[in-house]
């Protein structure tokens, strides 16, 4: 995790902000789709099929958040 750590800092110097944001909507289909099949729904045909980097898709299928009722 230190060596990804380490290449994540030098390619995003400024920390991440993906030019190209999904809504929780499109999210939580991701996340479906890979998790009905992850054999076939891999992060690199994910990045395409929703139009974002690998990096976001790796991001996406990582994160437990999830918003309260009061978000």
């Given at each position: 995790w230190a060596q990804h750590r380490a290449s994540m800092k030098a390619k995003f110097p400024e920390g991440w902000a993906?030019?190209?944001k999904l809504s929780r909507a499109a999210m939580?289909?991701?996340?479906?789709l890979h998790a009905h099949d992850p054999d076939t729904f891999t992060t690199p045909?994910?990045?395409?099929?929703?139009r974002i980097s690998?990096?976001?898709?790796?991001?996406?299928?990582?994160?437990?958040w999830q918003p309260t009722?009061?978000?």
């Open positions: 993906p030019p190209h939580d289909g991701l996340r479906a045909v994910l990045s395409e099929k929703f690998p990096e976001a898709v790796r991001r996406i299928l990582r994160s437990k009722k009061e978000q």
